[in-house]
């Protein structure tokens, strides 16, 4: 079946750093794929979607300056979360459809913990 | 905007029993309605998808029901087991093509 990877599976940063999440799909091409950010006992929040070789579309709320995404080939978009602070610490997840759109695949998360 | 509810919000059970978890919806206009399980600290994995001309899917030891008239979609888990244990969402298309939204999820615990 089709597989998205996410990498770092978590990561720690200082606060005011920026981090890079990555989201592949591997083995099928997405031109759309999927940022979700999920808080402690909440749902998955859709913050965005990347479009491959086009400007990300940004959910309301979701500062597109602070949340960058690049979605350069059609199997990888990123996810930088720029001068990080410790609300922004959360459980970030990224997802495609398969050509066709019957089925969506989500990548494992990454965990990102501000100090 | 599209409004999912599901519940119950946590659900403890012995092994072996059948169970039910519900969703609800409040835009019955979908396309689909897919479930997921979340085990603690993962991702999501695919469970069922339903496309709206249907009223039901199985895999397994689940079911998932689809009513679009009432907004609602129930997933039927048999003979529940240990493993079963975890978070499971539904999700519901919602203001655009593929975006969806998805609900608090139900936590299931089965007790061996």
């Known amino acids: 079946g089709a597989v998205v990877s996410q990498h770092p599976s978590w990561v720690i940063c200082k606060s005011g750093t920026s981090v890079k999440i990555e989201c592949r799909s591997l083995?099928?091409?997405?031109?759309?794929m999927f940022w979700y950010r999920q808080f402690p006992k909440q749902s998955l929040m859709l913050m965005a979607t990347s479009n491959e070789g086009s400007k990300a579309t940004y959910e309301q709320g979701v500062e597109k300056d602070k949340f960058l995404i690049n979605h350069a080939s059609l199997t990888l978009s990123t996810l930088t979360v720029t001068s990080a602070h410790p609300e922004d610490s959360s459980f970030y997840i990224c997802?495609?459809?398969?050509?066709?759109?019957?089925?969506?695949?989500f990548g494992p998360g990454t965990r990102l913990t501000v100090l | 905007k599209q409004e999912v509810t599901q519940i119950p919000a946590a659900l403890s059970v012995p092994e072996g029993e059948n169970l039910v978890l519900n969703c609800s919806f409040t835009d019955s206009a979908i396309y689909n309605l897919q479930w997921f399980r979340q085990d603690p600290g993962k991702g999501l994995t695919s469970l069922l998808l339903?496309?709206?001309?249907?009223r039901e899917q199985t895999s397994g030891r689940l079911n998932a029901s689809l009513d679009k008239s009432s907004g609602r979609s129930t997933l039927y888990i048999a003979a529940s087991q240990p493993g079963d244990s975890a978070t499971y969402l539904c999700?519901?298309?919602?203001?655009?093509?593929?975006?969806?939204?998805f609900g608090i999820g139900t936590k299931l615990q089965v007790i061996p």
């Open positions: 999700a519901v298309p919602s203001g655009g093509y593929q975006k969806v939204t």
């Open positions: 997802s495609a459809w398969t050509a066709g759109g019957d089925t969506q695949y």
């Open positions: 083995d099928f091409q997405a031109t759309t």
């Open positions: 339903i496309q709206s001309s249907q």
